[in-house]
């Protein structure tokens, strides 16, 4: 009974609607076109300002780029002095470590052979 009184209502709503819409599908599809094109327009609009959305965010964009590129040039120009140091520095250390392994060299004789009493006898003299 209920199934028979929806389909009933189905029917009711159905036969009403037809009655009440006076536009026939030739009319449905000579409007098509409008539509189509309202809605490319629509398309169009919002892909415009979708554009200069990103339009907005490249610029600054752009300026920090160009910043950084500027920061990189100069800390190029600061790094090569820094590493010429570095190899300075480097030089200098080894220099300090040939000197030491003479000294040593130098040194380990005179230990073997000068008896402890005597070079405080001998430093004492002068």
């Not at 539509?35 to 979708?50: F, I, Q, T």
């Not at 300075?88 to 003479?102: C, H, I, P, Y």
Request: negative net charge.
């Amino acid at each position: 009974m209920v199934n028979t009184y929806i389909l009933v209502v189905r029917q009711i709503t159905l036969t009403l609607n037809r009655i009440d819409n006076t536009e026939t599908p030739l009319d449905k599809v000579k409007t098509l076109p409008d539509h189509v094109k309202a809605s490319l327009d629509k398309a169009e609009a919002s892909l415009d300002k979708v554009q200069a959305s990103l339009d907005n965010v490249k610029a600054p964009l752009d300026n920090v780029q160009a910043s950084l590129d500027n920061v990189k040039a100069s800390l190029d120009k600061v790094k090569a002095p820094l590493d010429n140091v570095k190899a300075s520095l480097d030089k200098a250390e080894a220099s300090l470590d040939n000197v030491q392994a003479s000294l040593d060299n130098v040194k380990a004789p005179l230990d073997k052979n000068l008896p402890t009493a005597n070079v405080y006898m001998y430093l004492d003299a002068t």
